[in-house]
């Protein structure tokens, strides 16, 4: 936690613009292409200026996470002691530098917002007495563009929390400029516009896999369920889908499909929630078996499932009784 300086009086605004230079931005990018398969992040440097209602920030300079930073697919926990240090000597040059807030990635788990644990850190950052704003800039990159720019490589959102404000706002993408007439500040090899790589990672065949999957099953799930939400745990940071499915006879299903990253050769496995009619027979086969993607899972359980129907509208009668008999579909 940086140590509190002078703090703003009156902070009030109703409107927010950011400005952001390019060969940050790129900086960012490029810490996400290190990282292709965990979050990784850093805080986030520079000014501000509040006239009448209107709240201007300049994002000038980043501070890396640091060599003792802590990464995953789920989460991220930065070297605030490391970060203190560097923020200290970048002051010294320039007094009336700020730390604006953090940004980190979600390009690798499909999040396309803050986490309920990020909203629960940045919230209590903006509230700490010893932060010096009144309020807290979060820059999140959610997903990687196909886009040959540099600068537009990854798709990226803006947040902003105020001090005793419970609400997060979305700074919209026509209120962030991307300023290209002027490099960052610091100069030093400490500041992750320059490229820190102390921290360097090993590859990991299997990890960069299961990313690449995870974000692919991301992509056709909310395709074609979209009732099926990528969601995370709270308590243990684990990713799972949680949603209802359609069968051929209009009825719907609730699955969930678990995702166990240290099963890196199938990570995934499929329930449904509930367990009072026949096809659950089926679905018990499911408790056992394991997938290579999420998607997958999916597909097979839904494709047996409906076959199980054809079969038993089959042996009915009247096949449209089926559709209307609750006693094999709750």
């Known amino acids: 936690m940086f140590r509190k300086k002078k703090s703003p009086d009156n902070m009030k605004y109703q409107d927010v613009r950011v400005r952001i230079r390019e060969d940050v931005l790129s900086s960012i990018f490029d810490e996400c292409d290190l ?49 203190e240090r560097i923020f200290r000597k970048i002051e010294a040059n320039y007094p009336n ?3 604006l807030g953090n940004w980190h990635s979600h390009h690798v788990n499909g999040l396309a917002t803050l986490s309920s ?13 010893n932060h010096n704003l ?14 040959k720019i540099k600068s537009m490589r990854y798709k990226v959102k803006h947040f902003l929390l105020r001090r005793n404000d419970a609400a997060i706002y979305e700074i919209p993408e026509h209120a962030v400029t991307i300023d290209s007439s002027r490099p960052h500040l610091n100069k030093s090899k400490e500041s992750m516009a320059t490229g820190i790589r102390s921290d360097i990672p090993t590859t990991n065949k299997d990890t960069r ?10 992509e056709i799930i909310s395709d074609f369920y979209p009732e099926v939400k990528l969601l995370m745990t709270k308590k243990s940071q684990v990713l799972y889908w ?36 026949p096809l659950f027979k089926i679905a018990k086969d499911y408790s056992k078996r394991k997938f290579r993607s999420a998607r997958k899972a999916i597909f097979s359980l839904e494709h047996d499932l409906n076959r199980e129907l054809f079969k038993m509208r089959l042996n009915l009668k009247d096949p449209s009784d089926l559709k209307g008999d609750s006693k094999w579909i709750s």
């Open 35 to 83: 990282y292709d398969s965990d979050e990784t992040g850093g805080r986030i440097l520079g000014f501000y200026r509040v006239f009448n209602e209107l709240l201007e920030i300049d994002v000038a300079d980043l501070i890396a996470p640091g060599p003792k930073a802590s990464r995953s697919p789920t989460s991220f926990f930065q070297n605030g002691e490391y970060q």
């Open 97 to 99: 530098i700020e730390h």
């Open 117 to 129: 644990g990020d909203i629960a850190t940045y919230t209590r950052i903006v509230n700490h007495h």
């Open 134 to 147: 009144d309020f807290f800039y979060a820059l999140l990159v959610v997903a990687k563009n196909r886009s």
């Open 209 to 218: 896999s299961l990313s690449i999957i995870r974000k692919m099953d991301q």
């Open 242 to 277: 949680r949603g209802k499915i359609s069968l051929v006879d209009g009825r719907k299903f609730e699955v969930l499909v678990m995702e166990n990253p240290e099963n890196n050769i199938s990570p995934y496995s499929i329930t449904l929630k509930n367990e009072d009619i």
